[in-house]
Structure formats: structure tokens, C-alpha cells
């Protein structure tokens, strides 16, 4: 054999060895990325069997946040048979990806010189400058605490005084930092904040919103009872969206008048593993972002069949061109298991 044809023998062996390895690579590269992106589902409820419930979802430094009420077991001794609505604390937990949860700390209302009350209501919170603040409240006052971190210790900043009257507080941080407190039953009152969020910049406003619907008021006609508890706040393409459960109203001005919109979810939309009676009773929750894509979290009250031990459900949310909110629908799979944060990405809301 000459030299030159074993030359070229030689580099069509080490060609071929080559490619059998890219493909192999590639193939391999694509086994890991099939692995990698293989759909998984939070599942509904999100965290079930345990009272979560009032959901609010805060983002901070690569997490999720959920800011929430604490239903007590209906089977808990300290209930003493009683059925009602018993909550003696509130709660935080945390997720990287919205389909594992763990528990941060709890808030006793011993903290605000409040101790054995079982009336622990809707909460929320909001992060700025290193700092955790946690909205409470009473059936009449909201409170808040305060810490260096969602797994405390937390402090009273204003002892036991309210920061604000009224109940089921709503927190929003507009584009240009200022925060607002939102609290109120059937109609709503909106204060802003100072920039230490411990203290209100002014006195609160009356919100008012035209044509109001509700749980209690589905044509319009109960004045009494127009909208529901546990109003919520958030922001989209200049838009505020004012909510309630899952009516909502929609204004250009963060103080108003709100044009209600009606429910965005309809029974016919929530999967009848998941449908309570009524469909639309107590669907307090909240709206948040992440990448672009919007979500809804609410109550849940199928699991316990109505009773006072409730569940949470996570959906997408799409608007339509104009800007009012396109129908939601409940599922028992839920949303999609989002990829772990970048800390350093990860915005403070």
C-alpha cells in the first residue's frame, strides 16, 4: 500500500470518527433537552389540604412569595366544634418555580397586642429597599410588620396601633415607586403611601365604581351588597384593574371612577373537579407577572365542600385588545411549572 492511499484511508477513518461522535453528541444534547423540558403542572389546588387561602404573590430576590390567610382544620381542637371561620395566625410560604412550596414563618397577632383573636384576615406584601413589609388585618384595622427577611423575625413598627381602618388590605407599587393601600368591604378606600410603607401619605380616598357586580349582586340591584371583600390592585399597558374575586373594573386613573367589567371567570370555564357552589363565592385572590405572562391565584372552596377550610387555585390570565380580560379557566393541572430565578434578574414587587 502506498503511502498516500494510507494517508487518506487514515483521515476518512478519523472523518468518520468525527461525525459518529457529533451525532452522538446531538443526540445526547437532545435526550437532555427533551428531559429538560418535559411539562410539569403545578396541579390544583396548589397547596392543598393545608388552609391556604386570601392568596396574595409577591416576587423578591428568585422567589415567589405567597402572602396568605391560615384556615384552621375543621377537626382542630381548638375549634371546639365550631364551624365557622377560625384563623389565629398568618402565613408566608415561597417557590422558585410555582410547583414546590415551602413554608417561610408565621405572623401571630400577639405581635400587635392582639392575643386568642380567631379572625387572622386577608393579607398581602411588598418588598423595597432590602426590606419585607406584611400587611394584616382585623375584621375592622390593617396592620404591618416588618422584616429583613420573609422568614423573620418581625417587628411592629407601630406597636399596636392600625396603619390604616378597614380590612382586606391590597397593596400596588405603580411604575414610578409609589405604593398604595387598598382595604375595604362592598366599597373601597385608597390611601398612598410614604416611601417608608409604614405610614400613609395622605388621608384615604373613596374609590367609586360604575355599574358594580358581585357574588351577592349578579344584576345590579343589591346596593347594599354591590361588590364583595378582598380587593386587589394591578397594573397593564396604563390600565388599572380594580378586583374583587373575580369581578373586576377597569380606569386610567389609579383613584378612578372604575367601569366594571363583570367576572372574567365563568362555570363554565372551571373544571368540575373544581366547582363550588356558588361558582363565583369567595374567589378573593390576586393577579401577578412574571416573564411576561400573567396569572390569577384564588380561593378555593370545592375541597371542603363549601365550609370555612379553604384551598388556593394558580391560572393563566390573557387580555384581549382593548385591554379587559379575556376569560379565565380553572384547571386541576393547573399552570406550567415555571424555571428556577435568576436572584440577580429576579424584580421586587
Not at 107 to 122: Q, R, S, V
Request: aromatic letters at 14%; hydrophobic letters at 35%; proline letters at 7%.
Amino acid at each position: 500500500m502506498s503511502k498516500l492511499k494510507a494517508l487518506v484511508i487514515i483521515i476518512s477513518l478519523t472523518l468518520s470518527a468525527f461525525t459518529l461522535a457529533f451525532v452522538a453528541g446531538v443526540k445526547i444534547r437532545h435526550v437532555k433537552s427533551a428531559l429538560r423540558t418535559e411539562t410539569r403542572w403545578t396541579g390544583n389546588p396548589l397547596i392543598p389540604g393545608k388552609g391556604v387561602c386570601d392568596p396574595a404573590i409577591r416576587i423578591s430576590n428568585g422567589k415567589f412569595y405567597l402572602f396568605a390567610t391560615h384556615d384552621t382544620p375543621l377537626d382542630a381542637p381548638q375549634r371546639k366544634g365550631y364551624k365557622g371561620f377560625f384563623m389565629t395566625d398568618w402565613w408566608v410560604w415561597s417557590s422558585t418555580n410555582l410547583a414546590d412550596w415551602h413554608l417561610e414563618s408565621k405572623l401571630k397577632p400577639d405581635i400587635f397586642g392582639m392575643k386568642g383573636i380567631t379572625d387572622c384576615w386577608a393579607t398581602d406584601g411588598l418588598f423595597k429597599n432590602g426590606k419585607c413589609f406584611w400587611y394584616v388585618c382585623t375584621p375592622e384595622s390593617t396592620y404591618v410588620a416588618v422584616s429583613n427577611s420573609p422568614k423573620g423575625p418581625w417587628a411592629s413598627p407601630l406597636g399596636n396601633k392600625p396603619l390604616m381602618a378597614g380590612r382586606d388590605p391590597a397593596l400596588f407599587m405603580d411604575d414610578d415607586g409609589t405604593a398604595y393601600l387598598i382595604t375595604g368591604v362592598w366599597t373601597y378606600n385608597i390611601a398612598r403611601l410614604k416611601d417608608n410603607l409604614i405610614s400613609l401619605a395622605g388621608k384615604p380616598r373613596s374609590i367609586k365604581i360604575i355599574n358594580p357586580r358581585g357574588p351577592y349582586n349578579h344584576n345590579g340591584d343589591n346596593i347594599q351588597e354591590p361588590t364583595d371583600d378582598k380587593p386587589y390592585l394591578n397594573k397593564r399597558d396604563g390600565w388599572y384593574y380594580l378586583s374583587w374575586g373575580c369581578y373586576y373594573a377597569m380606569s386610567r386613573n389609579i383613584y378612578g371612577p372604575y367601569i366594571c367589567k363583570g367576572s372574567f371567570l365563568k362555570e363554565k370555564d372551571i373544571d368540575p373537579k373544581l366547582l363550588q357552589e356558588p361558582w363565583d363565592m369567595d374567589r378573593h385572590g390576586s393577579f401577578f407577572e412574571w416573564k411576561g405572562q400573567w396569572y390569577f391565584i384564588c380561593n378555593d372552596l370545592k375541597m371542603a365542600n363549601g365550609m370555612p377550610f379553604r384551598n388556593c387555585d394558580i391560572s393563566y390570565v390573557e387580555y384581549k385588545d382593548n385591554g379587559e380580560i379575556a376569560p379565565i379557566k380553572i384547571t386541576v393541572k393547573g399552570v406550567r411549572e415555571v424555571s428556577p430565578m435568576d436572584s440577580d434578574a429576579a424584580p421586587a414587587n
